[in-house]
T-cell receptor
Framework: AQSVTQLDSQVPVFEEAPVELRCNYSSSVSVYLFWYVQYPNQGLQLLLKYLSGSTLVKGINGFEAEFNKSQTSFHLRKPSVHISDTAEYFCAVSPSGTYKYIFGTGTRLKVLA | NAGVTQTPKFQVLKTGQSMTLQCAQDMNHEYMSWYRQDPGMGLRLIHYSVGAGITDQGEVPNGYNVSRSTTEDFPLRLLSAAPSQTSVYFC???????????FGQGTRLTVV
């Protein structure tokens, strides 16, 4: 079975400061990794994905994530956040060869002025 | 291109009532799924389908039925609504294995 852990339920950060949202996963098979963002009262939007290749993945809105297989992590980073980045962020894994997604419990990022 | 469309956006039901949440996608994706989102629990898979005529249970299927008669549509039926089914429901579709899913805007359901 697979599981995804997002240790931080809420992360407050000041505008223009860097941020890291942590994601760890557990799986006995290879997985594909995703980060989604959910703005208030909206659906989920794909930020970035790791399917193969370079372990540093760049996404939309200046976000990036690094896949670390030995630590089974896929942390999301942004060097300088904006007020508009305030949202909930979900890490998800999809076991190779399946259609399934397993989501973490989400991290609420609150950017303070 | 509309993507994944869910209706209604909001719904209030009384305990015991039944209803159908609609989901349609115009991307010709084979895989469709339903999730519920509850505070502090992320998204949990209710049911999924890998093609017309094929459905299967996810993590939390009790109290819900699905069918897939066409590639485009994947309705979710609540047979007898309970307060525990108060949640936000998301429909998603994927074109193939090992790709990202596309989500609808969600249906906020309240059961009183």
């Amino acid at each position: 079975a697979q599981s995804v852990t997002q240790l931080d339920s809420q992360v407050p950060v000041f505008e223009e400061a860097p941020v890291e949202l942590r994601c760890n996963y557990s799986s006995s098979v290879s997985v594909y990794l995703f980060w989604y963002v959910q703005y208030p009262n909206q659906g989920l939007q794909l930020l970035l994905k790791y399917l193969s290749g370079s372990t540093l993945v760049k996404g939309i809105n200046g976000f990036e994530a690094e896949f670390n297989k030995s630590q089974t992590s896929f942390h999301l980073r942004k060097p300088s956040v904006h007020i508009s980045d305030t949202a909930e962020y979900f890490c998800a894994v999809s076991p190779s060869g399946t259609y399934k997604y397993i989501f973490g419990t989400g991290t609420r990022l609150k950017v303070l002025a | 291109n509309a993507g994944v469309t869910q209706t209604p956006k909001f719904q209030v039901l009384k305990t015991g009532q039944s209803m159908t949440l609609q989901c349609a996608q115009d991307m010709n994706h084979e895989y469709m799924s339903w999730y519920r989102q509850d505070p502090g629990m992320g998204l949990r898979l209710i049911h999924y389908s890998v093609g017309a005529g094929i459905t299967d249970q996810g993590e939390v299927p009790n109290g819900y039925n699905v069918s897939r008669s066409t590639t485009e549509d994947f309705p979710l039926r609540l047979l007898s609504a309970a307060p525990s089914q108060t949640s936000v429901y998301f429909c998603a579709s994927k074109p193939e294995l090992n790709t990202e899913a596309f989500f609808g805007q969600g249906t906020r359901l309240t059961v009183v």
